[in-house]
T-cell receptor
Framework: DGGITQSPKYLFRKEGQNVTLSCEQN?????MYWYRQDPGQGLRLIYY???????QKGDIAEGYSVSREKKESFPLTVTSAQKNPTAFYLC????????????????FGEGSWLTVV | AQSVSQHNHHVILSEAASLELGCNYS??????LFWYVQYPGQHLQLLLKYFSGDPLVKGIKGFEAEFIKSKFSFNLRKPSVQWSDTAEYFC?????????????FGRGTQLTVWP
């Protein structure tokens, strides 16, 4: 099946530990995104990547890191520097191109719940 | 940078009532507009989108939205809601003139429909 796969779906982490969330897509999308969703705050952009080996910080990048070594993969590491890491994390992907997504849509994975204990 | 405002944080309706959720964005250039829905326990799904053409866009499950450029608005409507429409709804905008290709989201509106 085509789509965006996030893993794990649920993750518990002790304070002070780094954790990496996986995001894989087989839709041949160029762009990939990581969002964080908190109640009442909507979706906030952490990092995004338009092409392999390149990525940009979003609005809340502090305490997070990413890599884009392959087109289909965009893992997010939540580091111990992130002050409030407990949240729902959403990965998304879409096509890039002239007209900035003209005719195209961003699709979302099912999300990963991270709880710091 | 873009900002997207959703005016209603929580809307409570009875079945068969009409729905209108407000969405305004800040950028005055050419934009693509989206409404996404997140049902309880599920991932975000595209409800409808506007790229160009007819400003009245029809989506899935009887939803529609109207793009009014002069008001920078893209309000979501449904004539008669059902209990199964209970979900969180997000408006999103992308600036077509930007090479960055990022999507800006509103804070979301929680819709609760009572049977």
């Amino acid at each position: 099946d085509g789509g965006i796969t996030q893993s794990p779906k649920y993750l518990f982490r002790k304070e002070g530990q780094n954790v990496t969330l996986s995001c894989e897509q087989n839709l041949n999308h160029d762009a990939m995104y990581w969002y964080r969703q908190d109640p009442g705050q909507g979706l906030r952009l952490i990092y995004y990547s338009q092409i392999v080996n390149d990525f940009q910080k979003g609005d809340i990048a502090e305490g997070y890191s990413v890599s884009r070594e392959k087109k289909e993969s965009f893992p997010l590491t939540v580091t111990s520097a992130q002050k409030n890491p407990t949240a729902f994390y959403l990965c998304a992907s879409g096509f890039t191109g002239t007209g900035a997504f003209s005719g195209n849509t961003i699709y979302f994975g099912e999300g990963s719940w991270l709880t710091v204990v | 940078a873009q900002s997207v405002s959703q005016h209603n944080h929580h809307v409570i309706l009875s079945e068969a009532a009409s729905l209108e959720l407000g969405c305004n964005y800040s950028y005055g250039g050419t934009v693509n507009l989206f409404w996404y829905v997140q049902y309880p326990g599920q991932h975000l799904q595209l409800l409808l989108k506007y790229f160009s053409g007819d400003p009245l866009v029809k989506g899935i499950k009887g939803f529609e939205a109207e793009f009014i450029k002069s008001k920078f608005s893209f309000n979501l409507r449904k004539p008669s809601v059902q209990w199964s429409d209970t979900a969180e709804y997000f408006c999103a905008v992308i600036d077509r003139g930007s090479t960055l290709g990022r999507l800006y989201f509103g804070r979301g509106t929680q819709l609760t429909v009572w049977p």
